[in-house]
């Protein structure tokens, strides 16, 4: 059975530039999760969708960051224009049923903005 | 506020030395406590839920313990292969967000 697909696993691009992260949750899931990880900060939920609905997007760092839910099957996280603070590795995650149970992750997109 | 804490930051290990990791926790009707293993360049893989105090979890070498305040994963007679970074979150309340500890950087030496 086939995981969290994230794309692409790397990203390299230029300040100002639009990078666009995509996610494939677990077939099934109906709560995906975005997240940001840093050394420095650790972990970071920037946005929740439940039923391909945005529930919480208090985590977005700023009007930069934007995310969808077309359908159950494919979310996008973009970011325009892009600064090198954006730099970190993303992670998509998803769950069956509510956000109270086990979330599962992607491998992630190294984002590296220069 | 609600806080995880996880001790200690890192932990060298030779292998067969058996030892536990530490999670502490400060929230507000607990829902359930998740152990991830994240290895370098992945995503955090999920090991255990715990959701009440007294409850134990085992898988292979690992052991997660739950009390009212704080988890213990212990590791029994580890390998190099059980070397990653362990995360603990904990999942409180009516909130599906989970509050996630900063990790704990596991070596194990052959």
């Known amino acids: 059975d086939a995981g969290v697909i994230q794309s692409p696993r790397h990203e390299v691009t230029e300040m100002g530039q639009e990078v666009t992260l995509r996610c494939k949750p677990i077939?099934?899931?109906?709560?995906l999760f975005w997240y940001r990880q840093t050394m420095m900060r650790g972990l970071e939920l920037l946005i929740y969708?439940?039923?391909?609905?945005?529930?919480?997007d208090s985590g977005m760092p700023e009007d930069r960051f934007s995310a969808k839910m077309p359908n159950a099957s494919f979310s996008t996280l973009k970011i325009q224009p892009s600064e090198p603070r954006d730099s970190a590795v993303y992670f998509c995650a998803s769950s069956l049923a509510g956000g109270g149970e086990t979330q599962y992750f992607g491998p992630g997109t190294r984002l590296l903005v220069l | 506020e609600d806080q995880v804490t996880q001790s200690p930051e890192a932990l060298r290990l030779q292998e067969g030395e058996s030892s536990s990791l530490n999670c502490s926790y400060t929230v507000s009707g607990l829902r359930g406590l998740f152990w991830y293993r994240q290895d370098p360049g992945k995503g955090p893989e999920f090991l255990f839920t715990l959701y009440s105090a007294g409850e134990e979890k085992e898988k292979e070498r690992l052991k997660a313990t739950l009390t009212k305040k704080e988890s213990f994963l212990h590791i029994t007679a580890p390998k190099p292969e059980d070397s990653a970074t362990y995360l603990c979150?904990?999942?409180?309340?009516?909130?599906?967000?989970?509050?996630w500890g900063a990790g704990t950087k596991l070596i194990i030496k052959p």
């Open positions: 979150a904990v999942l409180r309340g009516s909130n599906y967000q989970l509050i």
């Open positions: 077939s099934g899931h109906n709560s």
């Open positions: 969708f439940n039923n391909n609905v945005p529930i919480d």
